[in-house]
């Protein structure tokens, strides 16, 4: 459980191809790190896959930073 | 000179003319091929033929949770699903004032709804292998529209527009989509036609015959294969000169 944001973090460096301080709280995946919205769906896809848990299309869409994801993550699993 | 080994094909429709020669030449390039369709026993016949390297999954694709399933059913049997060939496809002909909502919905429902859901559902696994081949077969009416069609003639066209959206949006992920318009193809459907009908059209095609189900096949072959790679969005015609699009 506590290990979650460094598997998220681990997640969003590995696809996104980002410096791992750049990974913030409030970094906004589009805004701040560079990704598309194919990426976005990517990174959902792989979140799904790490924590083995189901994210609909509706919540996807509300994971828009790190923070976002880490706290989706963290009530999902 | 296309070799597919290793590669997964799910092919729809395949227990027709043109469905089973697509399914040939893939299996002849090499790939695993899945084969679907509504009819049991032709899938199964086919599948003799072929031998190794083909399954067989039969699914009415106006049934949505059959539809819903076939991805998956496919990627468990072959392991993956790299190839989706989208051929199947209804007619339910009737002039415009005569059409009713049911011969328009069902044609929409099997011959573009049914297609949008299939490659939704292949997306995922392509997206990760960062390879991926979708090939839709639409129809010349789809592009000059045709009396008595405007069902079948609609959901061709409407392919052609859905195929080019998706191949925007995953063309960096290694995946093409592409379509492939056939013209008049000697087929069951085609040898219900009368002499008169057939000499009718024959008048419009420039190369004077109909064309074959291998013909399509080849067309779909070479969009399957890595040598189309810088190949997405794009409509291969495939009519003898019959309309030059």
Known sequence: ?77 | MFDLTGKCALITGASGGIGGAIAKALHGAGATVALSGTREAPLQELAAELGERAFVLPCNLSDPEAVAALPKQAADAMGAVDILVNNAGITRDNLFMRMSDDEWQSVIDVNLTANFKLCKGVLRGMMKARWGRIVNVSSIVGATGNPGQGNYAAAKAGLVGMTKSLAYEVASRGITANAVAPGFIETAMTDKLNDEQKSGIMGQIPAGRMGTADEIAAAVLYLSSQEAAYVTGATLHVNGGMAML
């Open chain 1, 1 to 77: 459980m506590s290990d979650i944001p460094d598997r998220v973090r681990k997640i969003v460096v590995e696809h996104l191809g980002v410096e791992e301080d750049k990974v913030t709280e409030s970094a906004s995946f589009i805004d701040d790190l560079g990704a598309d919205s194919l990426d976005t769906v990517e990174l959902v896809m792989a979140f799904e896959e790490e924590f083995g848990i189901e994210i609909p299309d509706d919540a996807a869409e509300t994971i828009q930073t790190f923070g976002d994801a880490v706290k989706f993550i963290k009530e999902a699993s």
